[in-house]
């Protein structure tokens, strides 16, 4: 299995632009996450899905989308970059219930110029 | 307040000593979770507990639910444990959606 994949690693847009991040994950995951990571802070929220088809928002959703037409996928787009969203982004996925262990992506670096 | 805070926020320790890092938590919950994160690296689950003590190698997490606070021991402490660690609750409420709660992270440094 190759868990959680996330693309791309690394990416530099200027103010204005706008992007995909993918993330995927191969362990049948109901549940899929996106996050932010900024220094000094723990990691933020930005949307979350339940099972495909079905997405809320989490504590920071301003300037992203998501949707999750499969149970695999979970893309984030940003509609048109921020300097603000300069951030590494995590995608996350677990089972579902209580007792969810999560497993993460390795991460999306992100400058906005 | 924040609902999961975590002390210290940072920690030097020299080679082969026992380090302790703390949670504490506010909310009702149904499991308590440490991952580790290794810098510019991604995020991994080291533990998730509901009571009592795990043990995995040179890490150990306890928990104790009445106090609402957990710890994280690292035993006989390596260079290459320095990382951040992080703690996260599950809240036991059913509204929560099962997402977590997240601490800031306690970033450890263990010097040769």
């Known amino acids: 299995n190759a868990g959680v994949t996330q693309t791309p690693k690394f990416q530099v847009l200027k103010t204005g632009q706008s992007m995909t991040l993918q993330c995927a994950q191969d362990?049948?995951?109901?549940?899929m996450s996106w996050y932010r990571q900024d220094p000094g802070m723990g990691l933020r929220l930005i949307h979350y899905s339940v099972g495909a088809g079905i997405t809320d928002q989490g504590e920071v959703p301003n300037g992203y989308n998501v949707s999750r037409s499969t149970t695999e996928d979970f893309p984030l787009r940003l509609l048109s970059a921020a300097p603000s969203q300069t951030s590494v982004y995590f995608c996350?996925?677990?089972?579902?219930?209580?007792?969810?262990?999560?497993?993460f992506g390795p991460g999306t670096r992100l400058t906005v110029l | 307040k924040n609902e999961v805070e975590q002390s210290p926020q940072n920690l030097t320790a020299q080679e082969g000593e026992f380090i302790t890092i703390n949670c504490s938590y506010s909310v009702g919950i149904s499991a308590l979770h440490w991952l580790q994160q290794h810098p510019g690296g991604g995020i991994v689950s080291l533990f998730m507990?509901?009571?009592?003590?795990k043990k995995h190698g040179r890490l150990i997490a306890t928990i104790n639910i009445q106090e609402k606070h957990s710890s994280l021991h690292i035993t006989a402490s390596h260079p290459r444990d320095s990382a951040v660690y992080i703690c996260?609750?599950?809240?036991?409420?059913?509204?929560?959606?099962?997402?977590?709660?997240w601490g800031a992270g306690t970033k450890l440094i263990i010097k040769p």
């Open positions: 996260a609750v599950s809240p036991s409420t059913r509204d929560s959606n099962y997402q977590l709660i």
């Open positions: 507990l509901s009571s009592g003590k």
């Open positions: 996350a996925s677990h089972l579902g219930g209580q007792y969810n262990e999560q497993f």
């Open positions: 362990m049948n995951h109901e549940y």
